[in-house]
């Protein structure tokens, strides 16, 4: 039936709006997104020559252990992820999902999505981190907390405040609820900024008793300029 479809309904690409068949994306803007393959920092995913550790995460160590960025935060991931979090276009999730699963398992005791306030996701109707983690746990072989943390504090959009702001911004927004004492904890989102949420996250599942924590994230924005 899949085939039959796209005869007679073929999907455009998201990017260039040329034929991708059942695709989201024509094999070649599949190949061309930002940042693919780059080095990157392990510990914060920024892009960085021979994938060594980036100044910043030497002279301030994040609260995180490791990141796994595959691409960079920009045309046309940065529509692909509008259109699953706002449009709903949960087609974009799958193919979120297959490239994240293509980097290497890591080596985890539990995944976790980044989780939303209650309001938010009252208002969207789901959570894409949630879309992305339940499918990856499943093929990483590792158990999956959807609700392993709440996040108490419904702070102001971190896109709309200056980098320095965003730490601050945060500050106590999660509890964990999860047993995670002694655990590899793996969390799940999808675009990585600057990365104050994920590191006030990592450092309130430390604060109960994670042994390490992990992110592994679809897209990392780059250095201002």
């Known amino acids: 039936m899949g085939s039959v479809l796209e005869a007679f309904f073929p999907q455009q690409c998201f990017a260039c709006g040329g034929g991708s068949g059942s695709a989201v994306l024509c094999p070649d803007c599949l190949q061309t997104l930002p940042g693919r393959g780059q080095a990157r920092c392990p510990s914060c995913g920024i892009s960085q020559p021979e994938g060594s550790v980036c100044g910043a995460c030497l002279s301030?160590?994040?609260?995180?252990?490791?990141?796994?960025?595959?691409?960079?935060?920009?045309?046309?991931?940065?529509r692909l992820v509008q259109a699953l979090k706002y449009g709903h276009r949960l087609s974009v999730s799958r193919l979120f999902v297959e490239m994240l699963a293509a980097q290497a398992a890591p080596e985890a005791d539990l995944v976790i999505p980044m989780p939303l306030h209650v309001s938010r996701l009252r208002a969207r109707g789901f959570n894409q981190a949630a879309e992305l983690a339940r499918p990856l746990a499943r093929r990483w072989g590792v158990p999956v907390a959807l609700?392993?943390?709440?996040?108490?504090?419904?702070?102001?959009p971190q896109a709309g405040l200056p980098w320095k702001a965003r730490a601050a911004n945060v500050r106590g927004a999660f509890r964990v609820t999860a047993g995670v004492e002694g655990l590899r904890v793996v969390v799940v989102d999808d675009v990585m900024t600057t990365g104050a949420t994920l590191a006030e996250l990592a450092r309130s599942l430390k604060g109960a008793g994670a042994a390490s924590v992990e992110n592994r994230v679809l897209a990392r924005t780059p250095k201002p300029g």
């Open 60 to 78: 301030h160590p994040p609260s995180f252990d490791r990141t796994v960025a595959v691409l960079d935060y920009g045309f046309p991931l940065d």
């Open 147 to 156: 609700d392993g943390v709440a996040r108490d504090v419904d702070t102001a």
